[in-house]
């Protein structure tokens, strides 16, 4: 096992911790289930960057190809975020 | 191209349950109380898992190391371990007398999830391609199905986060801000 993958691993290993944080029970020290919500939106998003830098390699791509996929991800979690808290609807 | 289209469908898929979650706060709430969280938990972590074991197996192919193989069959046994358990899923629903039919979360519910489920199907044909059938002899057409596969399995993991995050955890909650 050398260092990229000891890389991928360190990755996963910070998936795994952010998903079992969001889990129910994970974000209680938050208090209000509103900000719990748009919590556990962010780090879904913060986990699907993740993904897409850091096993789609995408981190190592050009500009070209990298931009579209971080205005995707923001773009995604503004949209979400505006629906649930019912400014779009 | 597949890839970016697929992303920007889903997106539509995530965009539309969040619009109808707002407009039957209620019943959205209650209906995602009625999912398997612990199964939810579980299908998220396998899948996690099993980009790790795809991505690192990719690397050995694109770097003509040896040792890929076992990587790509644990990754496969990841999706069937993922699709066993959805569909254990399914048949508890369905047992309880809960379809699509049954309100608008369980159709987006069941809509969404199956479509996900098909193409967890499909990365799997890629991964047992690439474990079974495939030469194993380093090419650049080898190099670049393990890429191609891997890219798909990492988009069948990233589409359901969100998937789990909508559904599991968000899916009912009153929360306005």
Not at chain 1, 24 to 39: D, K, N, S, V
Not at chain 1, 48 to 70: K, N, Q, S, Y
Not at chain 2, 76 to 85: E, K, Q, T, V
Not at chain 2, 137 to 162: N, Q
Request: net charge neutral; with cysteine.
């Amino acid at each position: 096992m050398d260092k990229g993958d000891r890389g991928l691993l360190g990755w996963w290993a910070a998936l795994v911790l952010l998903t079992l944080l969001s889990f129910e029970g994970g974000l209680q020290w938050l208090g209000q289930a509103g900000a719990g919500t748009a919590l556990v939106l962010v780090i879904a998003l913060v986990k699907i960057r993740t993904v897409i830098l850091h096993f789609m390699d995408v981190r190592e791509a050009p500009w070209a190809l990298r931009a579209p996929l971080e205005t995707w991800v923001v773009a995604l979690g503004a949209g979400l975020l505006a629906l649930w808290y019912g400014h779009l609807a | 191209m597949l890839i970016g289209g697929e992303m920007l469908v889903f997106s539509l898929f995530f965009l539309l349950f969040a619009y109808y979650r707002s407009q039957q706060v209620e019943v959205f709430a209650q209906s995602h109380q009625m999912l398997d969280h612990g199964i939810g938990l579980a299908n998220t972590l396998v899948l996690l898992t099993s980009s790790l074991f795809v991505a690192l197996g990719v690397r050995r192919v694109r770097e003509g190391r040896p040792g890929e193989v076992p990587f790509f069959r644990a990754g496969l046994a990841c999706g069937a371990i993922f699709a066993a358990l959805k569909a254990v899923e399914y048949g508890a629903k369905f047992s309880h007398g809960i379809t699509p039919l049954t309100n608008d979360f369980f159709m987006y519910y069941f809509a969404f999830t199956g479509i996900h489920l098909v193409h967890v199907l499909i990365g799997s044909g890629g991964l047992a391609y690439l474990s079974f059938v495939a030469s194993r002899a380093p090419s650049p057409g080898r190099t670049m199905l393990a890429e191609c596969a891997g890219l798909f399995w990492h988009l069948v993991d990233l589409l359901w986060i969100m998937l789990f995050a909508l559904f599991y955890l968000a899916g009912g909650t009153h929360g306005q801000g």
